[in-house]
T-cell receptor, first 109, second 116 residues
Framework: RKEVEQDPGPFNVPEGATVAFNCTYSNSASQSFFWYRQDCRKEPKLLMSVYSSGNEDGRFTAQLNRASQYISLLIRDSKLSDSATYLCAGEYNFNKFYFGSGTKLNVKP | EPEVTQTPSHQVTQMGQEVILRCVPISNHLYFYWYRQILGQKVEFLVSFYNNEISEKSEIFDDQFSVERPDGSNFTLKIRSTKLEDSAMYFC??????????????FGQGTRLTVV
């Protein structure tokens, strides 16, 4: 069973739309979760940390549901520059970050 | 802003040759990682390193791979005898600021390894 699973997409949305991604994880001992953004052929860049019940940063909101073992990312008022692949990641015991396959987002004018 | 730096940005090597990929983690981080990403595929964990020893490694990280922290700043990944399937982007990352409880991993820009 994959440690982290994501819908690969792509999600094609118009500018200004609200879009949500979900990510499920299998390791219930995972302590911390993160959303990363990866542009084509670039390194993952940290978007948000999701430590407990959720986190909000401007247009971005991340939620963690430990009971159901999923995290979500909501992007409001999407911009063209939001087009990227969004990776969710879990962290276990500081030793290892494990990533989902990523969800591709295309924001269209 | 502190960042993880990797060299070289692109390495081309012949099959069977040894390569060393170099990384300078963020200076006050304690945990170091190597990941790889084959083109079009997911980011895969290779190894984590803490307190001068391997903390955890994946099944990908076989005897062909080794890591080292030869001095106080560099963190290297060596592939002893490269195979065609080792062609990938290799990312170094570091995490865990000793000043607090920040556990986010920050990635270098990657080294694209091409084995021919």
């Amino acid at each position: 069973r994959k440690e982290v699973e994501q819908d690969p997409g792509p999600f094609n949305v118009p500018e200004g739309a609200t879009v949500a991604f979900n990510c499920t994880y299998s390791n219930s001992a995972s302590q911390s979760f993160f959303w990363y953004r990866q542009d084509c052929r670039k390194e993952p860049k940290l978007l948000m940390s999701v430590y407990s019940s959720g986190n909000e940063d401007g247009r971005f909101t991340a939620q963690l549901n430990r009971a159901s073992q999923y995290i979500s990312l909501l992007i409001r008022d999407s911009k063209l520059s939001d087009s990227a692949t969004y990776l969710c990641a879990g962290e276990y015991n500081f030793n290892k970050f494990y990533f989902g396959s990523g969800t591709k987002l295309n924001v269209k004018p | 802003e502190p960042e993880v730096t990797q060299t070289p940005s692109h390495q081309v090597t012949q099959m069977g040759q040894e390569v060393i990929l170099r990384c300078v983690p963020i200076s006050n981080h304690l945990y170091f990682y190597w990941y790889r990403q084959i083109l079009g595929q997911k980011v895969e964990f290779l190894v984590s390193f803490y307190n001068n020893e391997i903390s955890e490694k994946s099944e990908i990280f076989d005897d062909q791979f080794s890591v080292e922290r030869p001095d106080g700043s560099n963190f290297t990944l060596k592939i002893r005898s490269t195979k065609l399937e080792d062609s990938a982007m290799y990312f170094c990352a570091s995490s865990y600021n000793s000043q607090g409880w920040n556990t986010e991993a920050f990635f270098g820009q990657g080294t694209r390894l091409t084995v021919v």
